[in-house]
């Protein structure tokens, strides 16, 4: 690690905090958040967040299959016309600079979430986005995350 950011700016770790547990709170079915984070973190390269959330998206019951293939997830069968907007909103926030939120993209969020639901899910996206920048931009520790839903699961 380059800098524990955590300790050296508390309040910016709780603010990050705070935006998380409005995420956590989301109606929007986990497993779906936890694809979005982890198509995200794909994205952006950070192998601190796909260790932690591929770790967390196992533990809720999401399959092997689906989060290996992710990456091609317009080709491949086993996506939902819901996971595939959010999929799509996810990436064309996260590339923004590429080709910006385009109304084709949008629409076919709006039209498979509700008003609430679109705002958790671009909260979700813009949350996992700011926590990808942090641990690449300060490279935080690979591979020793143990899933809080596995610590749960232990009590």
Not at 15 to 26: F, N, P
Not at 40 to 48: F, L, P, R
Not at 122 to 148: C, D, H, M, P, Q
Request: with cysteine; glycine share 6%; charged share 25%.
């Amino acid at each position: 690690m380059r800098l524990d950011w955590h300790k050296t700016l508390p309040e910016g770790y709780k603010a990050m905090l705070g935006m998380q547990q409005v995420v956590d709170k989301s109606n929007i079915d986990h497993k779906l958040l936890e694809l979005v984070k982890i198509r995200a973190s794909q994205i952006n390269g950070c192998a601190h967040c796909l260790d932690m959330h591929t770790k967390d998206a196992i533990a809720i019951g999401e399959s092997a299959q689906r989060i290996h293939v992710l990456a091609a997830w317009r080709e491949a069968p086993f996506y939902s016309p819901r996971e595939r907007a959010a999929l799509a909103w996810c990436e064309s926030l996260t590339q923004i600079s590429h080709a910006g939120a385009t109304d084709r993209i949008y629409d076919d969020v709006e039209n498979l979430f509700s008003p609430q639901e679109l705002v958790e899910l671009t909260l979700a996206i813009v949350a996992i986005n700011s926590w990808n920048r942090l641990a690449v931009g300060f490279k935080s520790e690979v591979g020793g995350y143990v899933s809080r839903f596995d610590k749960e699961n232990q009590h």
